[in-house]
């Protein structure tokens, strides 16, 4: 598929003014120079860069912040070199206008303080690809070391700490700049050959507000492909090289302001939108027939999130939606048979129009649920179940006869506890609840003029679908455009539209189209009993279509979805629309627009039950007032059994990150669906509440068929832990080490009772990340529990280096970064959270591989990734990628998986098949069949080729890309066959 850049471009807005656009590109994406001059007399090694020689020296600066589309960094840092015969000196200034922020700079570890790191590559390191890496903190610290990338995981480098004889280094704090300046011994880097250019790249992390920044703008510091060049002769060469990029990021910045006009471009003017943005009319306003709108039962009351923004966390004050999430219109009267109801009247012309509903709570300390229902012209419409950060946006269409439309809203007054979580969670929705409805715009248009409104109504929600226009003109939007079928075949054109499918896991995007070999008039998918099932196609339309149905027949097992696009960071400042998660068809828009591709999935799962054969099912397809086409599905059932492997997936599942605690047997539930079996719980055993809540939750987990082992997070004592962190103690009081080993007691106590699940536990997260003497404390803690408690399985979250060391005491190893998870002993059950590896990537086939032929062909696991749920904005580049599932909206509070999720699920299905033809080669060799034998040999050569073939680590994937899709479709054949044959021979 073609990548097009769209309205993120920012080539397409600079003006031809200093630079032309070309030549303003062409100068920020070359390669920075800097100026190394040779000096008389040793520069002094003092923390000051304003005498001494140094004055006399050219400053470069412009940093950027790292992974970004060249944006200036708030704070800037600025260097200076030079040499003679003995040193490498460098001088820099790092601006820090809140002098607090380097206060106690002492106490924390070099690589989360704030730091200055210089990366050096002479011209004989470019032939072998290694590089020196010096970095110094703000309390003096130095890290020097020898650094090359791995070949085989692009992105991830190798450091090898060197020492450091002859290096001087010396920091010091002004009043709005803190310095570093350093003499590097040429003997540490190789020898003093100034005859050839060396490459550098200079980085900041700055600790309060975490932040990087670096002179030449790469992905990471280390990402020496884009390190700037040092040059030791030709110093006008390098200054103007230095104006000319200085000069063009300027105007790069200045240009922007072009683009961000764009996003808020109108293009679509307004007669009937209400809510708080240009060219809407007010939303709160009641009803006047001068005015033609309003509520009838008067006005009603706002809620801005201005109002409360100072009031808020810090990281919550960011959350700004633009003018339309911002401000909500509520009201709380009149109050009959416990409900709030209000109607808003439109009179408008007779017709055909489509309505559009904006409903989301912003971060509020007033509120964070709301539950109400929606009628129009007296008919009811859909239910809402609003919660923090999602914004529901839902379309429908409806027919006005009489001169006027009426939308009437209607909520409860109370949100009563609900029975699956009235023990665990008793009053909690209570407590936040907003009674009545919440809106933040309705907006009507003509039906007819659906698809110009509805570009426009992007344009008024950018905030919500993307991000502030303000930053987002600092990213490049990437627009997957594939070419056009030269023709579509005469029963496409009939239809209006032509449906194409490619390999599960491919995703499609609406520029995708189709090879005329990938047109589809029939699906087709098999499985075996149990299975879930999940048959994806992308539907273009050809022209308009209105009001699209899909009505499965001889399938009761599946239903109609969609996979939902969101806007997604994909690195270097650059984004996309990616398909993100899955959601059910009924709740989504039902128009279909000319030339935009959707991507459609049927979704469910074989009953067990199944018989071996084939269902002859059909999707029938009925866009209104046109007659009902029909695909036909042809689903075969395998007959044959799978071999499960007991396998943990699921992550680590805190209460609270936004989510109801009314709501978790929903989530429960969910997780059964999509095989999410494994969790972390965590718990405080100081909280009087804390045992209590912990089991009930476990109690509605076992409702829901998610029937554990569970692993706890047990907390230390707080205060201790964080004297412990701080360096203020080297031990763990005795108490805490007793208070722990009551908590060990009672897990096996519980274990005892009849249908208790296994509790495994943990404590002291990624304590080898955290140094000494934390990492010791914990070691020390478990080894008391298991010499204690030895029948206690016991977890850890893990490095390969680390583990090492933990290993007599740690159960269950929840390990991250491995290389090769061949070489792990898996005499223990392993685990492994993938985290970004698995959940930041765009691409859906992370989860496969994860969970499908990584496991099946190294022995892990298990994949429990941070975290399982926490509440998150509708836009990928306003939040953290850490969530397996999503909560929505609209049709009332529900909560639907990630793609990602979902393809993790089939790859736990690879699993099996695999495992299920293992075991039937194992039993064919056994065998006193001459054709078995020869037939498992083949298969095993050919799973042989399989795992040569296969990286067994996510690392690398992460680093180079994952299989494409064709190839895990592939695998899957190439097992299913092999099984089939195997079983045939079995015959007599």
């Known amino acids: 598929m073609n990548k097009a850049f769209g309205f993120g471009a920012i080539l397409l807005f600079l003006a031809a003014s200093l630079l032309s656009a070309q030549e303003t590109m062409s100068v920020l994406r070359s390669r920075r120079l800097v100026y190394c001059p040779q000096v008389s007399a040793p520069l002094p090694i003092e923390g000051q860069v304003s005498s001494g020689g140094w004055e006399a020296l050219h400053a470069s600066g412009a940093f950027v912040k790292t992974d970004s589309l060249w944006l200036p960094f708030p704070v800037q840092t600025s260097v200076k070199i030079a040499r003679d015969k003995d040193f490498l000196y460098l001088g820099m200034q790092m601006e820090e206008p809140e002098q607090k922020n380097l206060l106690g700079r002492e106490k924390f570890s070099m690589w989360s303080n704030d730091t200055i790191e210089v990366f050096l590559q002479t011209a004989e390191d470019q032939d072998t690809g290694h590089w020196y890496h010096l970095a110094v903190d703000s309390a003096g610290r130095i890290y020097w070391a020898r650094e090359n990338e791995i070949k085989e995981l692009q992105g991830t480098y190798h450091s090898e700490k060197k020492p450091y004889p002859g290096l001087q280094v010396a920091t010091s704090l002004g009043t709005t700049h803190w310095y570093v300046t350093a003499a590097i011994p040429v003997a540490l880097l190789g020898g003093s050959d100034w005859s050839k250019s060396w490459r550098v790249n200079f980085g900041r992390t700055r600790r309060v507000p975490f932040a990087n920044s670096s002179w030449s703008r790469t992905k990471s510091f280390q990402d020496y492909r884009n390190f700037g060049q040092m040059i030791f002769a030709d110093e006008q060469r390098a200054l103007d090289n230095e104006k000319a990029y200085t000069t063009a990021l300027n105007q790069f910045q ?287 339309p050809l022209r308009d279509l209105p009001n699209v149905s899909f009505t499965l027949t001889g399938a009761d097992f599946l239903s109609v979805n969609e996979a939902v696009p969101v ?64 695909l036909p599905l042809k689903i075969e059932v395998l007959p044959f059994t799978v071999q499960k492997k007991p396998f943990g997936f699921g992550g680590y599942n805190p209460a609270g990150y936004g989510r109801p605690a009314g709501y978790e047997d929903l989530l429960a539930e969910t997780c059964r669906k999509y095989s999410l079996n494994a969790h972390v719980l965590y718990m405080n055993p100081k909280n009087e509440d804390s045992w209590p809540q912990l089991l009930e939750r476990i109690k509605i987990y076992q409702r829901a068929g998610v029937p554990g082992p569970f692993v706890v997070y047990c907390s230390i004592d707080d205060t201790q832990e964080t004297r412990l962190k701080n360096k203020k103690i080297e031990k763990l009081p005795d108490k805490v080490l007793a208070d722990q080993l009551a908590v060990a007691k009672r897990f096996l ?120 749920f926490s509440q998150r904005p509708d836009s990928g580049l306003r939040s953290s990628p850490w969530t397996l599932l999503v909560q929505l909206s609209v049709g009332g509070y529900r909560i639907q998986p990630r793609l990602v999720i979902i393809m993790g699920q089939v790859g736990i299905w690879d699993q099996y098949y695999v495992q299920t033809l293992q075991n039937k080669i194992t039993a064919a060799q056994q065998s006193s069949s001459p054709a078995r034998q020869k037939l498992a040999a083949e298969l095993q050569d050919t799973l042989n080729l399989i795992a040569e073939g296969c990286r067994p680590s996510y690392m690398y994937y992460y680093h180079n890309g994952y299989w494409p899709a064709s190839t895990f479709v592939r695998l899957r054949e190439i097992v299913t066959e092999g099984i089939l044959k195997l079983d045939a021979l079995e015959k007599p």
């Open 254 to 540: 200045q240009e922007k302001g072009q683009l961000i006009a764009s996003f808020k471009a109108r293009t679509y003017d307004w007669k009937y939108a209400f809510g708080r943005h240009d060219g809407y009319r007010p939303l709160e306003a009641g009803y006047s027939a001068a005015n033609g709108y309003g509520w009838l039962e008067g006005q009603m009351k706002t809620h801005s999130f201005e109002e409360v923004r100072q009031n808020l966390r810090p990281r919550l004050q960011v959350y700004d939606f633009g003018s339309l999430g911002n401000q909500l219109v509520y009201s709380d009267g009149p109050v009959k048979d416990g409900y709030i109801s209000n109607n808003f009247q439109i009179d408008l012309p007779n017709g055909k129009y489509k309505i559009h509903l904006l409903a989301g709570l912003f971060p509020s300390t007033r509120t964070t649920a709301c539950q109400f229902s929606l009628s129009a012209q007296g008919q009811t419409v859909q239910d809402f179940a609003l919660v923090n950060l999602h914004y529901a946006r839902y379309f429908f269409p409806v027919e006005v006869q009489d001169g006027k439309l009426l939308l009437s809203f209607s909520g409860e007054t109370d949100f009563p506890d609900r029975p699956g979580t009235a023990a665990y969670a008793p009053g909690s929705m209570a407590k936040t609840y907003t009674p009545g409805w919440a809106i933040n715009a309705i907006v009507v248009y003509p039906y007819s003029e659906r698809v110009a409104a509805e570009a426009q109504l992007q344009r008024d929600e950018v905030e919500i679908l993307r991000h502030l226009p303000e930053e987002l003109a600092n990213y490049q939007e990437v627009v997957p455009q594939d070419p056009e079928l030269a023709e579509y075949p005469e029963s496409c054109r009939k239809a209006g539209f032509a449906i194409f499918s490619r390999p599960l896991g491919e995703r499609l995007y609406p520029g995708s189209r189709p090879l005329a070999k990938e047109l589809q008039d029939s699906l087709h998918i098999r499985a075996v009993a149990g299975e879930p099932l999940y048959l994806s196609f992308g539907f273009l």
């Open 567 to 630: 806007a997604w960071p994909l690195g270097a400042g650059k984004y996309a629309r990616e398909p993100w998660y899955l959601d059910e068809y009924q709740y989504l828009d039902q128009d279909f627009t000319q030339g935009q591709t959707r991507y459609i999935w049927l979704a469910g799962a074989l009953p067990e039950e199944t018989r071996p054969g084939t269902i002859n099912a059909a999707l029938q397809i009925t866009p209104a007032d046109q007659e009902t086409f029909t």
């Open 749 to 868: 106590e519980l274990m005892q009772e009849p249908g208790f699940p296994e509790l495994i536990y943990t404590a002291m997260d990624e304590a080898h990340c955290k140094g000494e003497p934390y990492w010791s404390e914990q070691i020390r803690l478990f080894k008391t529990i298991k010499e204690a408690y030895p029948k206690l399985r016991l977890a850890a979250s893990e490095s390969e280096r680390s583990y090492k060391r933990s290993a007599p005491y740690v159960d269950l190893p929840i390990v991250f970064e491995i290389p090769d998870f061949r070489t792990l002993d898996y005499s223990k059950t392993v685990w492994s959270y993938p985290n970004q590896c698995m959940l930041e990537v765009a691409d859906i086939n992370a989860g496969r591989f994860c969970t499908g032929w990584l496991p099946a062909l190294t022995g892990l696991n298990g994949i429990v990734p941070w975290m399982l």
